[in-house]
T-cell receptor, first 112, second 114 residues
């Protein structure tokens, strides 16, 4: 198994811009979740996808959106970036229920 | 809603010292409980978990017991090593509307000195 890979590792964007973060999960991992981890805080749940459909969402505005693809990759899109969006974004995936999540190393987004 | 409260630190220990990191939770139902570890520059790694009351999770010398009566899941290790230096997160599983998300505490940074 190759683990969960996220790209890019670091990114700097300007306020108001849009950004796409990518995640490549292990084969067979049909559930993927995205988390936002602000500096010094625990990760906060953004949303979850199961078999390419969103099936859970945390307390994040609609400008945070996602996609999951049949090849077990996924994307997190953030529109109209704000300074407070600066954080580490983590992708986590797993197989069916009761299997633990595997986390990627994250993408560090800085909004200036 | 469900929540996790844990010791925040930072904490500095000497090698071979005893470690306890307190974690308490608030939840409806019977969530699974987890400890995750985050090494510098890396993502989260599952350290151990427990899925029901009185279960004990253990891994790499770390242990935690699911205590329903005190709603706690404290992490312990009898003798820490320099390589245990990391940030430790307590978490519970929550299943809103059929999905499953993890609710994390704020994390505790541990530094172990030789």
């Amino acid at each position: 198994e190759t683990g969960v890979t996220q790209s890019p590792t670091h990114l700097i964007k300007t306020r108001g811009q849009q950004v796409t973060l990518r995640c490549s999960s292990q084969s067979g991992h049909n559930t993927v979740s995205w988390y936002q981890q602000a500096l010094g805080q625990g990760p906060q749940f953004i949303f979850q996808y199961y078999r390419e459909e969103e099936n859970g969402r945390g307390n994040f505005p609609p400008r945070f959106s996602g996609l999951q693809f049949p090849n077990y990759s996924s994307e997190l899109n953030v529109n109209a970036l704000e300074l407070d969006d600066s954080a580490l974004y983590l992708c986590a995936s797993r197989r069916e229920t009761n299997y633990g999540y595997t986390f990627g190393s994250g993408t560090r987004l800085t909004v200036v | 809603g469900n929540s996790v409260t844990q010791m925040e630190g930072p904490v500095t220990l000497s090698e071979e010292a005893f470690l306890t990191i307190n974690c308490t939770y608030t939840a409806t139902g019977y969530p699974s409980l987890f400890w995750y570890v985050q090494y510098p520059g890396e993502g989260l790694q599952l350290l151990l978990k427990a899925t029901k009351a009185d279960d004990k999770g253990s891994n790499k010398g770390f242990e935690a017991t699911y205590r329903k009566e005190t709603t706690s899941f404290h992490l312990e290790k009898g003798s820490v090593q320099v390589s245990d230096s990391a940030v430790y997160f307590c978490a519970l599983s929550d299943q809103p509307g059929g999905s499953e998300k993890l609710v994390f505490g704020k994390g505790m940074k541990l530094t172990v000195n030789p």
